[in-house]
């Protein structure tokens, strides 16, 4: 029986904090237990980070095979991260759950899309999109919980030329959505174009990835509508190079560089509205994991409080999951800091020491 003691500021919230708690047979309590504990650990005590848009199992060349995706957990688990909401995989990764030296990961199953509308290998593509509601209902059947969409990317056969165009008619989308929950699913949708978001939200979607296209109507309607909207910093910051890829296509380029101009703004705008703006690192394909503190760092570069990022990053996006955070009995998966990182949010790039069920693995 492993018995931890952990000292200094532990912190379930923005209310709740005690002085110390130790770790019991992997889980937290805050009554002192009777055994000696074999080791202290001191500092700023927070519940394990979340990321909620990572792909496990995903490269720039499509499905990983095992040790990768493996070797992927193990970066994103080292940075601190002990939760994933994945955010679409073609690689089947249910094996993580059996795995408990690996992060817990909430799975979307494969991310759904149409043949040449979304990167080559990443998503399974409907050649016909009346098959997305059938389609939705089949992910949600496999995941846990979630389901992605791939709502909108470059049509590259446009007759004006390419540009970011919906994939799904307002009709697919709404069927979507009522057969993942009707699958009790929540659907999350990558959307960067304007013209998407007004039948995402119609649809009623649970949550939007990027949104780097919302206008300040838009803005105010998923703020009403109390959907969370995943930034993604990191990716939106490649938008210039996705651009220069683009150069073929003007319009498309013109409206890419004007997005990742705007980023900061954008998601600053976003979180002004009472938009809840969630954590994720959009890892796997073209950004490695284990990156949270450098999308973290980029969400406060936008003007993001750095407490209400690390908020984001632990309980809130912990409750928003149904996954529990610091308290009595939870399974002890929390990271340790020398300095806290709602002062400075630098600090979340190097953990003391992370406890991921009950094991010190860092
Ligand atoms: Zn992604």
Redesign the pocket.
């Given at each position: 029986m492993t018995v931890l003691h952990l000292r200094g500021r532990i912190v379930a919230d923005e209310e709740h904090e005690v002085g110390d708690a130790w770790v019991l047979d992997g889980r937290l309590t805050f009554d002192r237990p009777s055994v000696e504990p074999e080791a202290t650990l001191t500092g700023v005590v927070l519940p394990g980070l979340v990321d909620v848009?990572?792909?496990v199992g995903?490269s720039a060349a499509g499905a990983t095979d095992v040790p990768t995706a493996r070797a992927q957990a193990l970066a994103d688990r080292d940075s601190g991260v002990l939760l994933i909401r994945d955010?679409?995989s073609p690689l089947d990764t249910s094996w993580v759950a059996d795995e408990p030296e690996l992060p817990r990961l909430v799975r979307a199953g494969h991310?759904l899309a149409r043949p040449r509308r979304y990167l080559r290998d990443y998503a399974r593509e409907l050649a016909d999109p009346d098959e997305l509601p059938a389609a939705v209902a089949q992910e949600a059947a496999r995941g846990d919980g979630w389901v992605?969409l791939v709502a909108d990317w470059i049509d590259r056969d446009l007759p004006a030329g390419g540009d970011l165009t919906p994939l799904w008619t307002s009709r697919q989308l709404a069927e979507s959505v009522a057969a993942a929950h009707a699958g009790g699913a929540r659907v999350t949708a990558?959307t960067f174009a304007t013209e998407t978001l007004d039948d995402l939200l119609a649809a009623g979607v649970d949550c939007l990835?990027?949104a780097t296209g919302a206008d300040p109507a838009q803005i105010e309607a998923i703020a009403a509508a109390g959907i969370p909207v995943t930034a993604?910093l990191l990716?939106v910051a490649q938008f210039g190079v996705i651009a220069e890829a683009g150069t073929r296509f003007p319009a498309f380029a013109a409206r890419m560089r004007a997005m990742h101009a705007r980023r900061y703004d954008q998601v600053r705008d976003l979180h002004d509205a009472g938009v809840q703006i969630l954590v994720?690192t959009?890892?796997?394909?073209t950004i490695v994991h284990g990156r949270i503190a450098d999308e973290a760092a980029e969400l406060v570069a936008a003007g993001i409080p750095a407490a209400q990022v690390v908020a984001a990053a632990t309980w809130q996006a912990r409750r928003w999951l149904g996954v529990p955070g610091m308290v009595e009995g939870a399974s002890a998966d929390l990271v340790v800091y020398a300095t806290d990182p709602r002062t400075d949010i630098r600090a979340l790039a190097e953990p003391a020491a992370i406890v991921l069920r009950g094991v010190r693995v860092r």
């Open positions: 848009h990572c792909h995903l955010a679409g991310h992605k990558h990835e990027h993604t990716q994720g959009d890892a796997g394909g």
